[in-house]
């Protein structure tokens, strides 16, 4: 049973630029969360996406934005880039319904931005 | 708004020492709690998780207690190992119960390293 993968694994891009990351989420879980984690510091929530819409939202602004596809697999993007949004962007499924919300993480997509 | 505070890193134990990372919450409602660990290079893995008051939530040696009285989640270890070496979050999951749609808080991380 694969597990959560996200791609690519690393990527540099260049302030103002635009970036697409990339979730499939584990097998049977339909809800799909992003968060970034800044160096030394614990994952900071960015938005969720259940049934191909953003359910919930962060405080990210506007330039931070997904989608989910009927697979259940996600994107985010983020456009105008800043050298604030390097970081480790690691994506998380779970299923809605299920008590205590348990998610699971994949390994995430380092973001340099130069 | 919902927080999480954990106890500040790094900690440096020597194997078979006891292990406490103190953890505790603000949140409104009633907060799943939970425990989870980062290995170098990897993702982050659930090690344990509470639901309700009095819940102990258990895996790997790792347990911790859901204290709401003292709104806390500690997480103990009675004999640590080199390969417990990692970085710990605590965390929470509590949002729009009917809708079902949470999210998880996180605290700030604590690195534990184990020396033979």
């Known amino acids: 049973d694969a597990g959560v993968t996200q791609s690519p694994t690393h990527l540099i891009k260049t302030r103002g630029q635009q970036v697409t990351l990339r979730c499939s989420p584990k097998?049977?879980?339909?809800?799909v969360s992003w968060y970034q984690q800044a160096l030394g510091q614990g994952p900071q929530f960015i938005f969720q996406?259940?049934?191909?819409?953003?359910?919930q939202r962060g405080n990210f602004p506007d330039r931070f934005s997904g989608h989910q596809f009927p697979n259940y697999s996600s994107e985010l993007n983020v456009n105008a880039l800043l050298l604030g949004d390097s970081a480790l962007y690691l994506c998380?499924?779970?299923?809605?319904?299920?008590?205590?919300?348990?998610?699971?993480f994949g390994p995430g997509t380092r973001l340099t931005v130069l | 708004g919902n927080s999480v505070t954990q106890m500040e890193g790094p900690v440096t134990l020597s194997e078979e020492a006891f292990l406490t990372i103190n953890c505790t919450y603000t949140?409104?409602?009633?907060?799943?709690l939970f425990w989870y660990v980062q290995y170098p290079g990897e993702g982050l893995q659930l090690l344990l998780k509470?639901?309700?008051?009095?819940d102990k939530g258990s895996n790997k040696g790792f347990e911790a207690t859901y204290r709401k009285e003292t709104t806390s989640f500690h997480l103990e270890k009675g004999s640590v190992q080199v390969s417990d070496s990692a970085v710990y979050f605590c965390?929470?999951?509590?949002?729009?119960?009917?809708?079902?749609?949470?999210?998880?808080?996180f605290g700030t991380g604590t690195k534990l390293q184990v020396i033979p």
């Open positions: 998380a499924s779970s299923l809605r319904l299920v008590q205590g919300n348990e998610q699971f």
């Open positions: 097998s049977g879980h339909d809800t």
């Open positions: 996406y259940y049934e191909e819409e953003e359910r």
């Open positions: 949140a409104t409602g009633y907060p799943s």
């Open positions: 509470a639901t309700k008051a009095d």
């Open positions: 965390a929470l999951s509590a949002g729009h119960y009917s809708g079902g749609y949470q999210k998880v808080t």
